[in-house]
């Protein structure tokens, strides 16, 4: 599963109009799209896929921003996808992501930082299937 990475453009990003040039950046730097959806999280999904940082203090604000408004879900194929894929989108905190990196361009905040990008290949199973059936994913 070194291969895969699950990524979100959040809605931030997709309220902003960013989801054209934001999939260009994704496609021209060598990642194959191997499934996606443009739908939205209930905050009962939101919670559910967030369920890690339950606790955490940002994390009433995450599931409200996450069920907020349209998301683009979407499992991506490439060597060493998930290491690959968070070098491409940077640093959580936009502030501190490296210049050309997708959340230094379309981020606004730690908070609504425009996309997200699965930090193991574990996860990144776990959470391509939270959102794509079987039938989906091949
Ligand atoms: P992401 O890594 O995609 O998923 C968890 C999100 O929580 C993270 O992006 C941030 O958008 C958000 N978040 C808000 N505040 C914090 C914080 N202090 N530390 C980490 N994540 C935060």
New binding site residues.
């Given amino acids: 599963m070194d291969n895969k990475t699950f990524t ?1 453009i ?1 809605p931030d990003a997709v309220g902003n109009g960013h989801i054209g040039a934001i999939l260009e950046k994704i496609c021209s730097s060598g990642f194959r799209i191997a499934a996606m959806k443009m739908t939205r999280l209930t905050s009962e999904k939101a919670s559910e896929f ?1 369920a890690i ?1 339950k606790g ?4 009433d ?2 599931v409200q ?1 996450m069920s907020s408004g349209h998301i683009v879900a979407a499992i991506l194929e490439k060597e060493n996808a998930v290491e690959d894929f968070r070098r491409l989108i940077g640093a ?2 936009p502030e501190k992501a490296e210049d050309g990196t997708i959340r230094k361009l379309y981020a606004e ?5 425009a ?3 699965s ?1 193991s290949d574990e996860n990144a199973q776990i959470e391509g299937n939270f959102f794509f059936s079987e039938l989906e994913r091949f």
């Fill in positions: 979100m959040k967030y940082h955490k203090p940002f994390y604000e995450l921003f959580t905190n905040s730690m908070g609504r930082n996309i997200h990008g930090d």
